[in-house]
Structures are given as C-alpha cells and as structure tokens.
C-alpha cells in the first residue's frame, strides 16, 4: 500500500555504525574491516593496479581481490587486511588510549 505525501516516515539516528545498528554481531570488527578495505580500495586504484598486479602484490589469488572490491570478506582478518595497507606502501599506526568512562572499548579507523 501507498504511502499518503502528508504521512510522516520514521527516522532513527545511527549510532554510526550501520553494522551495530542492524543488530549484526561482530559488528565493530565489520565496521573495521569496512573501513580498510575502503582504503586498499583506493590505494590499488590510485596506484593503477590490474587484478593481476594487485592479486601479487597482495601475495592472494585473483579471486580474493575481486571479493575484496565487493567488501567480501571471507577468509579476510584484520590483521591481514593491515599487512594489505603495508604492502601498497602504507606506515599502519595502531593508538590505544584509556576511556574516559567505564562502558566497553572501541575500535576506530581514521587515515591520515
């Protein structure tokens, strides 16, 4: 059924991580590997690497790079998607620091 133009529809805020808000579990570490993957993304295309290249680069079959460009991510840690970044060339910093309150801890992905 249609919806009426003067029927009001329901928004709810993100927490920011659209993982977490689905209710998906292991939703920080996808929200992480979300985030790499984006940045290795970027990196193989600016740097104008075919599957091929990238595939040995990356020392992972060519199949693995193609689910890697569709965010698949079977068989792909974070760990290794950081070993990844180092070898497109990146310098990977890892920063822990205490909270400031006493809810669980957070991970973050910020490129600089």
Do not use: C, W
């Amino acid at each position: 059924m249609a919806r009426r133009a003067n029927e009001r529809i329901p928004i709810e805020a993100s927490s920011g991580n659209v993982f977490a808000d689905l209710g998906l579990p292991d939703a920080a570490e996808l929200d992480t590997k979300v985030r790499l993957a984006v940045m290795i993304n970027r990196l193989v295309a600016a740097q104008r690497l075919n599957h091929v290249t990238a595939a040995a680069r990356l020392k992972v079959s060519q199949p693995k790079i193609s689910a890697l460009k569709n965010y698949r991510f079977d068989g792909l840690s974070v760990e290794r998607l950081l070993n990844f970044l180092l070898a497109l060339g990146q310098d990977v910093e890892i920063y822990v620091k205490p909270r400031k309150d006493r809810r669980a801890g957070t991970v973050s992905v910020t490129f600089g």
